[in-house]
Structures are given as structure tokens and as C-alpha cells.
């Protein structure tokens, strides 16, 4: 079992910066790979980025490639969404997930965090 908790969003004007963090504890030691989605109001749930935590390998969304960075801590069990350059169409809720060693889905999530972005 693991137990996923995000913190950092908040309201920001359009064009600032804000840090996610994401904390997964439990059987951390299984942790492969962690992401970032989000939800809008209306919308689907859409990916935003992972990244493996036994390489470091990094995805993105093309819609925040240069504007948001993820990265994880030597720890392996917690990593950051670095949001910048942030516009109104990145209001949403933000998700964290895990894939453990050998799972092929995002099994455990988070209860989100909310990004407001005002124009």
C-alpha cells in the first residue's frame, strides 16, 4: 500500500511561478515511476508529467514543456512540480500518482491539489 499526499498549489496571477510537491509513503521501495495530472472544471483528467525514479527519465505534456519542470529527491519518495510562466488554462486540480515496480498503471493517487491561475 502507499499513501500519496500533494502540497504547494494556491492562487497565482497568470505568469508566476509555483512548486507542487508530491510525498508517497509506504512501500516506497516499490516506487517506479511518479506523475503529475490535472483535471479542469468540465474536462478530463489529463497527464502533465513523470518521471522514472530509478533513471531519471522525464515526460511532458506538450502543453507545459518549457514552462514546467518535475523532479525527484535522493530519497526516491518525493518529487516537485516546478510551474512557471503559469496561464489561466493551467487551472485545475493537480494529482499525484505512483507506478510500482512491475504495475503497468498509476495504481495510488493523491487527493489533489488546487492551481488557480487568475488573468
Known amino acids: 500500500q502507499v499513501h500519496v499526499v500533494e502540497s504547494g498549489g494556491g492562487l497565482v496571477q497568470a505568469g508566476g511561478s509555483l512548486r507542487l510537491s508530491c510525498v508517497a509513503s509506504?512501500?516506497?521501495?516499490?516506487?517506479?515511476?511518479m506523475g503529475w495530472f490535472r483535471q479542469a472544471p468540465g474536462k478530463e483528467r489529463e497527464f502533465v508529467a513523470s518521471?522514472?525514479?530509478?533513471?531519471?527519465?522525464?515526460t511532458y505534456a506538450d502543453s507545459v514543456k518549457g514552462r514546467f519542470t518535475i523532479s525527484g529527491t535522493n530519497a526516491k519518495n518525493t518529487v516537485y512540480l516546478q510551474m512557471n510562466s503559469l496561464k489561466p488554462e493551467d487551472t485545475a486540480v493537480y494529482y499525484c500518482?505512483?507506478?510500482?515496480?512491475?504495475?503497468?498503471?498509476?495504481?495510488?493517487w493523491g487527493q489533489g491539489t488546487q492551481v488557480t491561475v487568475s488573468s
Open positions: 500518482a505512483v507506478v510500482l515496480t512491475g504495475a503497468r498503471t498509476y495504481d495510488y
Open positions: 509506504g512501500r516506497t521501495f516499490s516506487l517506479f515511476v
Open positions: 518521471i522514472s525514479l530509478s533513471g531519471g527519465t522525464t
